[in-house]
Nanobody, 117 residues
Framework: QVQLVESGGGLVQSGGSLGLSCAAS????????MGWYRQAPGKQREAVAT???????DYADSVKGRSTISRDNAKRTVYLQMSSLKPEDTAVYYC???????????WGQGTQVTVSS
């Protein structure tokens, strides 16, 4: 059973930076994609950034240039570094892992990120 545990959320001022991490326990499978999604109050969950096991990345336009996703496959951990944060970045951030071969997805519990203006 795969579990994803996020850490690093919190309160940050507008213009500040924040780093998130997500550690996976269990075997996600390979190839896979790990990434971050977020959901703001009253809005749908949206993809923020993803990175597959081959190293290819994808970013939402809203965070492109302000965010960097990385992963440590040996530690089964994915990271998200965000800078120049804006109040509209406020959301619950969820870690996601997807086993591309078995077509199984996993979600973390989420971590709150609040950006004050």
């Amino acid at each position: 059973q795969v579990q994803l545990v996020e850490s690093g959320g919190g309160l940050v001022q507008s213009g500040g930076s924040l780093g998130l991490s997500c550690a996976a326990s269990g075997n996600i499978g390979s190839p896979n994609t790990m990434g971050w999604y977020r959901q703001a109050p009253g809005k749908q969950r949206e993809a923020v950034a993803t990175m597959n096991s081959g190293g290819s990345t994808d970013y939402a336009d809203s965070v492109k240039g302000r965010s960097t996703i990385s992963r440590d496959n040996a530690k089964r951990t994915v990271y998200l570094q965000m800078s120049s944060l804006k109040p509209e970045d406020t959301a619950v951030y969820y870690c996601h892992a997807y086993d591309s071969r078995r077509r199984i997805g996993y979600w973390g519990q989420g971590t709150q990120v609040t950006v004050s203006s």
